[in-house]
């Protein structure tokens, strides 16, 4: 049986090239498809990737890897030429999706690839996560409110952190806070925007959940100005320190109840802890970053995927 690993990126992205490897290590069979702007096929050690179009009864594949190959929706309106090709990737991807989906099996599932952050951060309360206070407004007046209550608050995307070019300048979404200074800035109205109380933090966690099991990665970044509100404003010339870390048994309880009610089987998630042993809940990223982890604290998640990868190949 054949397995296809679907990515979508210019150069192949770290996690993908660490899973295709361990597979080459074990001769496991694999086609991969890598859709990115330029080039909708490409090949990795000559290895060749070629997607036929045949009746589904021929169709062999014992799972489909599928990592970051949905096309970003923020398109620059002149650039017709990336519109396209973005389609085109999009078409091949539903084109996959839709064959051979009760012989084979997907992972992470497709589901995975639709959530909607502020329905995970409900489920999350619910469930008994605490999450931070948050309110989405776009009300000056209401801002003010929710501000004197929390005395301190942030604001972040409601939907993906993003990147995109404007005026021959590069921008991107992080999570910002919001000061009284910049409140005289606000207009009355503005487009519905996402806030929250900050949280005081004693460090951050990252933890990679696969299947029931945790990866779990400390990072001390608020003793850097520039990590302190989000640790993704990277300070390479004086990196955070991080390190291995494990979740208490009951946050693990009920971030697995969580996973299972969004129907996740991996993902990466966002906590804060506030050194008064009170573990706040953020967001899980379908397709989060996980040598970020899986490299400083020698957890080698990609070569558990890869044999993951490899049971389901053994067992179709």
Do not use: H
């Amino acid at each position: 049986m054949n397995m296809i690993l679907i990515t979508k990126s210019n150069e192949l992205d770290i996690t993908t090239e660490l899973i295709v490897s361990w597979l080459s290590c074990k001769n496991a069979k694999y086609t991969l498809i890598n859709l990115d702007d330029s080039n909708i096929y490409k090949s990795l050690n000559n290895y060749k990737s070629v997607l036929k179009i045949e009746p589904e009864s021929q169709l062999n594949y014992s799972c489909v890897w599928f990592w970051r190959a949905f096309p970003k929706s923020q398109i620059q309106r002149n650039d017709k030429l990336k519109r396209y090709l973005q389609n085109e990737s999009l078409t091949i991807i539903k084109y996959l999706l839709g064959q051979n989906q009760n012989k084979c099996t997907w992972f992470p599932k497709k589901i995975d690839f639709g959530i909607n952050k502020l329905e995970v951060l409900n489920k999350a309360s619910k469930i008994g996560l605490l999450i931070p206070k948050t309110i989405i407004t776009n009300n000056k007046n209401d801002l003010i409110e929710f501000f004197n209550e929390n005395k301190t608050i942030i604001t972040k995307p409601i939907y993906e952190v993003d990147s995109w070019e404007f005026e021959e300048n590069n921008y991107t979404l992080f999570t910002e806070e919001i000061k009284k200074d910049n409140l005289l800035n606000i207009p009355n109205t503005f487009f519905p925007s996402l806030f929250q109380e900050k949280i005081i933090k004693e460090f951050e966690i990252r933890t990679f959940y696969l299947d029931g099991t945790f990866f779990s990665m400390a990072i001390f970044s608020q003793d850097n100005e520039k990590t302190e509100v989000d640790f993704r404003k990277y300070d390479t010339e004086n990196e955070n320190r991080v390190t291995v870390f494990k979740l208490p048994e009951d946050i693990q309880m009920k971030l697995t109840d969580l996973m299972k009610e969004i129907g996740m089987q991996s993902g990466s998630i966002d906590l804060i802890y506030n050194g008064e042993n009170k573990y706040y809940f953020l967001e899980v990223n379908p397709v989060g970053q996980i040598d970020m982890v899986s490299k400083p604290c020698n957890y080698y998640i990609e070569k558990k995927i890869a044999e993951k990868l490899r049971k389901y190949e053994e067992i179709k």
